[in-house]
């Protein structure tokens, strides 16, 4: 009597189980985005004041803007309004900073913006810190270990706005290496050392600890005993098995970068979706704090969803809950 393993038929049922976990998480994913929008709304209108308030009209025209764009209503019909044009694709007008642009248009452009500094901040933290990490961790407790965590807890420690106060100081205007202005030639390289600094740091201690985590592991003695370098056991091996916690670093990392560091793009002048994010606050822009909360807000679920993937990949051990 032969035993036959109907392999096919569980692979199919292994990939319908984690199709159905997908969906789940998408499921939870656009709960949490509507809670967030509900929150964030209710917040904002309990602050005191409006749009219209720094407005030099009178009194009377006030009360005619606030009219005509509903906020003389009260707060759960303003909601109420406000979801049924979300749930259209209308995120409404700006109020304040570009009065009667569309939010759409500001969130997309602004990002665009973002993007850009963003990839080449991520790339940055990514291809430096990383090895880095792994560098330490081969030499660990030796002169490398000692200067790689030394400059690592400095760049953790110094807060963004210092970063940025000093690289303009100092290569811009002292030594006039790159040009302050954002819009001239060179003008991204010293927004993109403040955005990549602190990730880059954070991941070269992170990688560190997780290697550290795994050096003594048997499947990494077997390596050395086949005769394999220190270098191939760490950077290959023992690296593979330590991206768990780095992946999990590296989703609302993404997200973070990829929308702009509001330090950053508020000193350099880089007209980007962080700066409108805190300007908006600032001037009562409500439609655009809005926008701008849902956009970083998906984002960071997404990214977060896109990490929950990418265990399944990398260890598939790990069961997506």
Request: proline content about 4%.
């Amino acid at each position: 009597m032969q035993l036959v393993i109907d392999t096919k038929g569980k692979d199919w049922n292994i990939k319908m189980e984690l199709f159905q976990k997908i969906v789940k998480r998408i499921i939870l994913a656009v709960f949490s985005l509507f809670v967030i929008v509900t929150i964030t709304f209710f917040l904002m209108n309990l602050i005191p004041g409006d749009p219209f308030m720094s407005e030099k009209a009178n009194a009377e025209a006030q009360a005619i803007l606030r009219a005509k764009y509903g906020l003389d209503q009260p707060v759960i019909v303003q909601y109420g309004r406000y979801l049924s044009n979300l749930f259209q694709g209308d995120m409404g007008n700006s109020y304040v900073l570009q009065k009667g642009r569309a939010i759409r248009e500001i969130v997309t452009e602004s990002f665009a913006v973002s993007m850009q500094l963003g990839i080449r901040a991520l790339c940055t933290a990514i291809f430096v810190g990383i090895p880095f990490g792994c560098i330490a961790g081969l030499w660990k407790d030796k002169k490398p270990d000692g200067v790689i965590r030394v400059i690592s807890a400095i760049g953790i420690s110094v807060p963004g706005y210092v970063v940025a106060a000093i690289l303009m100081l100092i290569l811009g205007v002292q030594l006039k290496l790159f040009p302050i202005s954002y819009n001239k030639p060179g003008g991204s390289i010293m927004p993109i050392i403040t955005l990549a600094l602190y990730p880059t740091c954070y991941l070269i201690r992170l990688t560190r600890a997780s290697i550290l985590e795994v050096l003594n592991q048997d499947y990494l003695r077997t390596e050395r005993a086949k005769g394999m370098s220190e270098f191939v056991v760490i950077f290959i091996h023992a690296l593979k098995n330590s991206l768990i916690p780095i992946i999990t670093y590296l989703g609302p990392l993404t997200a973070s970068v990829l929308t702009g560091g509001f330090v950053a793009e508020s000193v350099f002048n880089v007209p980007g979706l962080g700066r409108y994010f805190v300007s908006a606050i600032s001037s009562r822009d409500y439609t655009l704090i809005m926008g701008t909360t849902i956009f970083y807000a998906a984002l960071i679920i997404t990214m977060n969803l896109v990490c929950d993937i990418l265990y399944q990949i990398v260890d598939p051990r790990i069961k997506m809950d």
